[in-house]
């Protein structure tokens, strides 16, 4: 039997090389494994949910943080209450910017929330940078 012969018998409909399902999966369709698993869990997730509270209750401590965590969703942002200088000059920027670091040296905020507020700083920086250029060519082109 020849090469070709061999490929056509163990791909009947199809080339070598051609999809047997041009179109694919469709979107959004799941595996029958996914479902079955997931209809099992349906089934029982009062009952699992109930015997974890009641363990939680008896002092299961890794009981009770799976309730915690499920009940009380982790913070992803606090609201920060730090005194910072006018920031419309460069001057300002920059004892903004050491107000940051002695807050998170002083422990206040945390070295994450400090970076966000230098980069909202920054962007101040920027934007009073972008209006003295502008003032300067402004008086420059008056001078003309």
């Not at 089934?43 to 209750?57: H, S, T």
């Not at 998170?104 to 507020?117: H, K």
Request: net charge positive; aromatic share 2%; no cysteine.
């Amino acid at each position: 039997m020849s090469e070709k012969t061999k490929a056509e018998n163990l791909r009947p409909g199809w080339k070598p090389g051609q999809s047997g399902n041009p179109k694919g999966r469709p979107a959004g369709s799941r595996n029958r494994v996914t479902l079955v698993a997931l209809a099992a869990m349906e089934e029982g997730a009062a009952a699992i949910a109930k015997k974890i509270v009641e363990m939680a209750r008896q002092g299961d401590m890794s009981a009770a943080r799976l309730v915690l965590e499920r009940l009380v969703p982790p913070a992803k942002e606090r609201p920060i209450f730090l005194t910072l200088p006018d920031t419309s000059s460069a001057d300002g920027v920059a004892q903004a910017q050491a107000a940051i670091l002695q807050a998170v040296a002083a422990g206040d905020i945390l070295p994450g929330e400090a970076a966000t507020l230098a980069g909202i700083v920054e962007a101040r920086r920027k934007a009073v940078e972008t209006q003295e250029l502008e003032a300067r060519i402004s008086a420059l082109e008056v001078k003309e």
